[in-house]
């Protein structure tokens, strides 16, 4: 990875995170800046101290991601901040047991469902269940991702639910990475019924 090749993937990223039109897998993480622009910017030195950090582009893919999840605004100094190595290690521990931490989440999520699991998914202008226990972080984004990924609930939240100031924040960062969890969804459905079946 170059500072410019790294720059680009930042600029991508961000994009992807913070605008509703900008997809970055459908663009190929391609933005139009050139190498002139970024040789201008006074940041640029915090591009190449980082290209020297990771040198797979998957892994910077990876480590970029992790800290936006965290803060779409974050900043490329940030980036080289040791709390940005915690984020990226701690993500990496979700993705890499990504079945478990969802089992983990489902229980968490409908534990306290007595009769209807979909008690969690219901909204009449409020937070349903489900939103507040993301929004809270005592379950994993990467869960409640992998739940609308089969459940598809975000546009029903989006119609009924009142706030306007922290529900459009989170749904564009739960589509937006929803595009960078792991999909197999035959195996996450498996996880649910099972714990739906304990219950």
Request: hydrophobic share 35%; proline share 3%.
């Amino acid at each position: 990875m170059t500072g410019y090749e790294t720059f680009g993937l930042y600029q991508a990223l961000k994009l992807h995170f913070t605008q509703e039109s900008y997809d970055f897998f459908k663009y190929n993480g391609k933005t139009n800046v050139s190498v002139t622009t970024f040789e201008n910017r006074k940041d640029k030195y915090h591009f190449y101290k980082l290209s020297r950090r990771l040198a797979q582009k998957d892994d910077m893919v990876d480590f970029i991601v992790a800290n936006l999840v965290e803060d779409e605004k974050t900043w490329v100094g940030s980036l080289l901040m040791q709390e940005s190595e915690v984020n990226y290690r701690k993500h990496q521990k979700i993705i890499q047991s990504m079945s478990y931490t969802f089992e983990n989440d489902c229980k968490l999520i409908f534990g306290d469902c007595i009769l209807n699991p979909n008690e969690v998914l219901i909204t009449d202008g409020d937070y349903p269940v489900l939103l507040k226990k993301g929004l809270q972080k005592s379950v994993n984004i990467e869960s409640v991702c992998l739940l609308n990924n089969m459940l598809g609930f975000v546009p029903m939240w989006s119609k009924k639910i009142a706030d306007t100031i922290h529900w459009p924040n989170y749904r564009m960062k739960l589509l937006k990475y929803s595009a960078f969890i792991p999909k197999d969804d035959v195996k996450y459905k498996l996880i649910l019924k099972k714990v739906l079946n304990e219950n």
